[in-house]
Structures are given as C-alpha cells and as structure tokens.
C-alpha cells in the first residue's frame, strides 16, 4: 500500500470520534440529497407516466384550414372586412404513407401510428354517448399506447366488426363484451360493432370517450378512403419530444403538437420543483463540505507535531498534503456509501408507509444507480476539495517549529 | 584535501523581529566521518538551534551549512528534504515519535515516506534493529506502549534506519534513569564503531559527555571549547580549540 494510503488510513482509524463525527455528517447529508432526489424524481416520473399513459408523444394532423381573403387592401382603397374561422372538416393527411414512412426514420422517433380520429355517438336501444372514434393499425397503435395491459374484460381485438371500448363508457352505455352497438358518425356513418374487450386506462375522459377500431372501418365511417387524419408518434426521449415535434412540423408543414406543448402547465410547475430540489441539495452540499473542512484543519493543528516529524525524518511535503487529501476523499466516499444506503432505506419506508387505497404507493420513489453514483461522486469530491485547505496547511507546517514545541 | 562530512560555516542564527535574539553568534565546526561528539552548554545556550540548523531543518540568518561537501543553505525545501533524507539521521529531544504506529512502523519510516512504498527488505532491516536495540519482542506494539527508555531506543534505531553518515541526538539520554541512560549510549558507540555512523549528541549529563571522543562546549551561541573529554570541565576563560580538527 502506498504510504499516503497508509498513514491516512491510520489516522483515520485512530481517531475513532472524530471519523465516525464526520462521517455521521457526510451520511446525513448524502441520505438527505438520495432522498430528496428520489421522491421528488418518483413523483415526476409517475405523473408524466400518468400523463402519457393515454397520450402519444407527438401529434401530426392535417395542417388547419384558414379563410382566404377575398379582397385586399390596395392604395386608395379601403375596405370593412370581417374574417370568420374557417369550418375544420375532418380531412386526411395528404399523402400520408409516404409522411409517416419519413418520420419514422426522424432521429428519436421509436414508433409511428395512423388513425382516423373523429366525433361520434355509441348508441343502444335508449342510451346514446357521445364518443371519440379511433381507428387504428392494431400493431402500430399497440405499440404507442399499450392498451392490452389495460382491458379488464375481454380482450384486444379490432378486426371485423370488433371494436374496444372504455370502461365508464361500457357502463353509461350498460353493454358489456359480445353485446353490439351502433357507432354514427357526424359523417354520416353508421356502423353495427360487436365489443370485443373493455379497457380501463384511469385517465376518465378517455375511458368515457374512447371507442378502438380498425383503420378501415374508421375510414368507412368518416368517408375517408384509404385516408389517415391523424399520425401519433413515440420517442425515446420523452423529453425530446417538442424538439423532434419542431423538425417534424418544419419538414412537413403539417400541424404538429408534442404533449410537451399540450402540458405546458404540468412541465413548468416540475421545472420549479427540480429548481427548488437543487437549491435545498446545493445548502447540503455547502454543509457538509464545510464540515469535513472544519473536522480536518483541526486534525491538522492537532497533528502538526507528528506532521513535523514526518517531514524531519524525510518525508516530501506532497506526500503529506496527500495524505490529507486522501483522508478527505476517503471520508466523502465512506460517507456517501453509508448515505445512500440510509437514503436508499428511508425511501423505501416512506414509501410503503403511505399506499393508496388499491395497495400502490401514493408517493413511488425512484431509486437509480445514476442516482447514487451522483451522490457518490459528489461526496467525494466534496470531500477532496474541503480537504485542499487543511492538506496544504499541513504541507507548509515548518518542521523545527513542529518540532520545536514538543 | 577531504571535504568533512560537516561544516559549519560562521553560522549566525537570529530569532524574532524588531528585539533580535541571537541563539547562535559566528559559529564555525567541522566533523569527520566516525567521530562521537558531545555539545553541552547550559540551558538556553543554542544546543537545539545548532542541531536544528546542522539537521537543516532550520535555515542560518548568515553563515553556511556544508553536508558531504554540498552547501546546504539556500537550496529548496524540497531538496532539504531529500538531502535529509539520505544523509542525517535524528533523535529528538522529546523522542518525537508517531503514537498511532507500532515500533516496527516507526522504524521503517525514514525509507518508507521517501519511496513510498514499504518493502520487505525496509520491513526486514527496521526488525533487525529493533533487536539490535534489544526491542525484537517490541516490533507490534504501539508507541503509547512503550516505556519512555523503549521509546528513545526505538527513536535511535529509526534514526538508523536508513545509515545515515550523521545522526544528531539532542539529549537522548534526557529522560531515562541511569542504567537506561548507559544502554542507550553503548548503542550508539556501537554503532559508531561497527558502522562508522558519526554521532553529535546534545547532553546535560557529565558522565555521558566524558564517554565520548570530543566535547564541544557552547556558551551564548558561541562555541567556547572545543576538545577531548574533561576540558570543557575545567571552565576556563581561554578555552582550547582543537586546531586539528577544526582547520579545513
Ligand atoms: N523559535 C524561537 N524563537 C525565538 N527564540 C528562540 C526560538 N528558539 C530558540 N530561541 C532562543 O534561542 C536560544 C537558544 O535556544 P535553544 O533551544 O537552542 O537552547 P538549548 O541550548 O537547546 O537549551 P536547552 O538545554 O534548554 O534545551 C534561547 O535563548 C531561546 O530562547
Ligand atoms: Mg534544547
């Protein structure tokens, strides 16, 4: 072993309080900051989780109709105008295989879906609902929002005349799996479907609303041959979403909105909770540093006799300003090994402490290795530079004064 | 002609700022290799600073400080150190050593901070002289643990550690009781003989100066006799100077 390792080690072991004061210290604020860090990134991750549990990442639709001028302003002339929005009629996406065949291949993009997405009614014998009508590729669907975890009876299957239908709607409806139904469309279709699975996603608007089937019926529905109105894309990076979003609307010209754009709020009020999170760990960090700094300069007046001696009988003054360093490194680390685990504990208690009503924890928390290998980090680094002062300190101690006052 | 192993050079050390006080006033003295030296002088007198100068631990104001022929003074910390390091052995007035590490440890560091690394042969040599000083069974023991004699052989034998040319003992005879006082000296006049280590020991007691080669008497910072045992004694005013040894 190397002498710095060596003589660090030893004090370090022969100072039994003090270390253990230290470490205490460097444990409680790693624990702190483990989590902080993993309630209020559970808490994050299981409400963008519920956000886009119904939801696609990016949303392309056929670009809005505008009204068209029909005079214009010239010199010498004025005219009273009034401009009205234009009717939005339910039309496809021009050439949309070719569009979606483009976008899959977009950096970030995982999975693309076209449907046909229009207003309707469900109705049966005296009840009618009014419902969202979502007709898909199965697999490509599938593959975005993943509804086959999601059915409570029956199962998954939009071929035929088979469709699926939310779980509030199935009982506003009272139907449930083999019953049919009447699906009209505004357009004035009208269809006879025979429910094949009920699913329940927990997102009410959506298990009110929604009615799953087959691309080709939704375009006999909507009169849309061979049409899509709607292609939904998955990202890797849920984050990236808006982003890909804006190169995806640059190179299409259609109307693109990411669910970044659609839940500006809900992202805003995270931003400031992450702020706030690393503001409360940023104080931590400053406690903490300054404790192991203080525990060690004092080490060093205590020590500066044997630190005298050290250098009279030949040792480098690196070798002693290494050694401090080493202790404080040593101490971050230990420290923060001790802190994750403790950290890592209390969020698993406070987690199961408070469940909800269906046994899931009200507060998920989520513990990752970036996570502790962050803490980790942190703390050691943390622990070498508040040791900076004290090792230089004792690197420039005078060997005859030392000495001198034995 | 030879270089000495030591020279000192009208050395002059000044303490303080504004009130000056002079520890050691135009000190000049040489030694050769295998001698066994005494310095005395009452307390107060400048023993301490001229080890501390001599060990280069502490810088002349004027004057110069040769080891092995090399000028000592005005070189880098980090050159003082290495220098120290090869070629001066020390036992402390107050034994100065680590208490959080055993015997064996304390005798190994010398050679251990200078290369870093601890090596059998290091570990091998430090146990061998801990049996030379009669402390084989002490090896494991922390210094804590160790009575105050076992501790200034211990002391002496990492002063060894490493055969330096010159070992500087200030009073390390100091605090043991008269038997522990004669071991230890016989320990360094063997190893003055079988080595030819050169000793200048810093002494209060009579008994041990008059055992040794040479007494060098120290008066104010000054050296006022310089001499075979029994000189220095006589306290006179005009104090004889072993021109022998002195000249260059
Ligand atoms: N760091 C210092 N600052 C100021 N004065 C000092 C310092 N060290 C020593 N002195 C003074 O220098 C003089 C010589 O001191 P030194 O320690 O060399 O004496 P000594 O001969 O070793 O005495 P003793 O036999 O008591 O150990 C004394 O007057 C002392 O007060
Ligand atoms: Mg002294």
Request: net charge neutral; aromatic share 6%.
């Amino acid at each position: 072993m190397p002498f710095e390792w060596f003589v660090a080690l030893r004090y370090l072991r022969d100072g039994k309080a003090q270390t253990a004061l230290i470490l205490a210290a460097v444990s409680v604020g790693v624990a702190v900051i483990v989590f902080l860090s993993a309630l209020i990134n559970g808490l994050q991750v299981s409400l963008i989780d519920k956000t886009l549990g119904a939801q696609a990442h990016v949303t392309l639709r056929a670009p809005r109709e505008s009204p068209t001028a029909l005079a214009f302003d010239a010199p010498g002339r004025a005219i009273s105008r009034s401009v009205q929005p234009a009717s939005q009629r339910l039309r496809s996406i021009d050439q949309w295989p070719a569009i979606m065949a483009g976008v899959e291949r977009e950096p970030g993009v995982v999975a693309a879906s076209p449907m046909v997405v229009g207003a309707g009614f469900a109705v049966r014998s005296d009840a009618t609902c009014p419902v969202v009508v979502r007709g898909v590729d199965p697999e490509r669907f599938l593959s975005i929002v993943d509804l086959r975890k999601k059915v409570v009876a029956g199962r998954f299957d939009v071929s035929g005349d088979n469709i699926v239908i939310g779980a509030a709607l199935a009982s506003d409806l009272g139907v449930f799996v083999g019953d049919k139904i009447h699906v009209t469309t505004t357009e004035g279709g009208d269809e006879v479907a025979t429910i094949s699975g009920v699913f329940a996603l927990g997102n009410e608007p959506v298990d009110k609303a929604w009615v799953v089937t087959s691309l080709k019926q939704a375009q006999a529905l909507y009169a849309l041959p061979g049409g899509a109105t709607t292609i939904e894309l998955k990202v890797r990076e849920v984050f990236e979403a808006e982003s890909i979003a804006q190169s995806v609307r640059d190179r299409t010209g259609l109307d693109v909105v990411s669910w970044m754009k659609q839940n500006a709020e809900l992202l805003a009020g995270l931003s400031a909770q992450s702020r706030s999170k690393n503001l409360i760990e940023f104080f931590v960090v400053v406690a903490v540093a300054l404790g192991i700094a203080s525990v060690l300069i004092v080490s060093v007046v205590q020590k500066s006799r044997e630190i005298g001696i050290l250098r009279a009988v030949g040792t480098p003054s690196r070798r002693v300003l290494l050694v401090f360093l080493i202790e404080g490194g040593v101490l971050g680390l230990c420290g923060s090994v001790v802190g994750s685990l403790l950290g890592s504990l209390l969020s698993k208690l406070f987690e199961s402490l408070a469940r909800g009503d269906d046994g899931a924890p009200k507060f998920p928390v989520q513990l990752d290795l970036e996570l502790f290998v962050f803490a980790t980090a942190v703390a050691t680094g943390v622990g070498l530079l508040s040791a900076v002062i004290p090792a230089r300190r004792a690197s420039r101690l005078d060997p005859a004064t030392a000495i001198r006052n034995g | 002609m030879v270089e000495p192993l030591l020279r000192v050079d009208g050395v002059v050390k000044e303490y303080g700022r504004g009130v000056l006080t002079r520890a050691l006033d135009d000190v000049n003295l040489t030694l050769a290799g295998g001698e066994f030296a005494a310095l005395i002088g009452p307390s107060g007198s400048g023993k301490s600073t001229l080890l501390n100068v001599i060990g280069l631990l502490d810088s002349p104001t004027r004057g110069r400080v040769l080891v092995g022929g090399t000028v000592a003074t005005g070189q880098s910390e980090r050159s003082l150190t290495a220098l120290r390091a090869r070629t001066l052995g020390f036992v402390f007035q107050f034994h100065h050593l680590l208490p959080a590490f055993t015997a064996l440890e304390n005798v190994m560091l010398p050679a251990w901070g200078d290369a870093g690394f601890a090596s059998a042969e290091m570990m091998a040599r430090a146990r061998e002289l801990l049996v030379d000083v009669g402390l084989g069974d002490c090896a494991g023991r922390r210094i804590t643990q160790l009575s105050g004699g076992q501790q200034q052989r211990v002391a002496i034998a990492r002063a060894l550690s490493r055969r330096p040319p010159l070992i500087l003992a200030d009073e390390p005879t100091g605090n043991l009781d008269t038997a522990s006082a004669e071991a230890v000296l016989l320990l360094m006049r063997r190893f003055n003989r079988e080595l030819g280590t050169t000793f200048l020991i810093v002494t209060h007691d009579p008994r041990i100066a008059d055992r040794c080669d040479r007494v060098i008497e120290i008066v104010d910072g000054r050296i006022r006799s310089d001499g075979p045992p029994g000189l220095a004694s006589a306290g006179g005013s005009a104090a004889p100077v072993s021109v022998a040894r002195t000249a260059p």
